[in-house]
């Protein structure tokens, strides 16, 4: 009996991954998570959502790692919530090497 249990945890422990890695994969298509490294010299995004920063650079590193959803209009201007023209959004890109 002992070896039958142990395989039977064995296996729901590789269906609870199976989900895990399902939920992951659909999040990444959606936008909504970023893999991509954080760009040399800068800490992690902790904000992940727009309604989350509080400054427009912070908007824009967030844009530039991955989160495609912040500029859902595709105007050039990331969350548009704390950022208000292009030509702010392309002086911090270059300033921050986006």
Same mark, same amino acid.
């Given at each position: 009996?002992?070896?039958?249990?142990?395989? /039977?945890? %064995?296996? @729901?422990?590789?269906?609870?991954? *199976?989900?895990? +890695? &399902? $939920?992951? !994969?659909? @999040?990444?298509?959606?936008?909504? +998570?970023? !893999? *991509?490294?954080?760009?040399?010299? $800068?800490? #992690?995004?902790?904000?992940?959502?727009?309604?989350? *920063?509080? /400054?427009? &650079?912070?908007?824009?590193? !967030?844009?530039?790692?991955?989160?495609?959803? @912040?500029?859902?209009?595709?105007?050039?201007? #990331?969350?548009? %919530? *704390?950022?208000? /023209?292009?030509?702010?959004?392309?002086?911090?890109?270059?300033?921050?090497?986006?």
């Amino acid at each position: 009996m002992t070896g039958s249990t142990g395989i /039977s945890s %064995n296996i @729901a422990k590789a269906m609870i991954g *199976v989900v895990m +890695l &399902e $939920f992951i !994969l659909a @999040a990444m298509m959606a936008g909504q +998570l970023s !893999l *991509v490294p954080p760009r040399q010299g $800068f800490l #992690p995004i902790v904000a992940r959502t727009c309604k989350q *920063v509080s /400054s427009c &650079e912070e908007a824009v590193e !967030l844009w530039c790692d991955g989160y495609k959803r @912040a500029d859902g209009d595709q105007d050039g201007i #990331p969350c548009e %919530n *704390v950022c208000d /023209s292009v030509a702010e959004v392309d002086a911090i890109r270059s300033r921050i090497g986006c």
